[in-house]
């Protein structure tokens, strides 16, 4: 059974820091890539932040490009999106998901595994 269990959400101010994680099971993590998306309340799914399987490519969106930082542990089966600088318009609902295609994927419509989701709220 395949399941990916976000974590780390929460209500932080503007400026702050957050580290989110997403532990994956029921599938080879080490040959998929993975991403984070996030779904503000009204708004579609948008890409934040994607990694390739051996972790060596990276690509986010340009909203969050060097604030974010996508890593994931291959031996833990683990993939963390650390989050600085944080703005009020980066509150969401965040997503982690996983695509046995082994690059880097940015079209939610690539993943085909989903987790629940965690909330980050960022205060003004």
């Known amino acids: 059974q395949v399941q990916l269990v976000e974590s780390g959400g929460g209500l932080v101010q503007a400026g702050g820091s957050l580290r989110l994680s997403c532990a994956a099971s029921g599938f080879t993590f080490s040959t998929y890539c993975m991403g984070w998306f996030r779904q503000a309340p009204g708004k579609e799914r948008e890409f934040v932040a994607t990694i390739s399987w051996s972790g060596g490519s990276t690509e986010y969106a340009d909203s969050v490009k060097g604030r974010f930082t996508i890593s994931r542990d291959n031996a833990k089966n683990a993939l963390y999106l650390k989050m600085n600088t944080l703005k009020p318009e980066d509150t969401a609902v965040y997503f982690c998901?996983?695509?046995?295609?082994?690059?880097?994927?940015?079209?939610?419509?690539?993943?085909?595994?989903w987790g629940q989701g965690t909330q980050v709220t960022v205060s003004s």
């Open positions: 998901a996983g695509s046995n295609y082994g690059g880097t994927l940015q079209s939610p419509n690539a993943y085909d595994y």
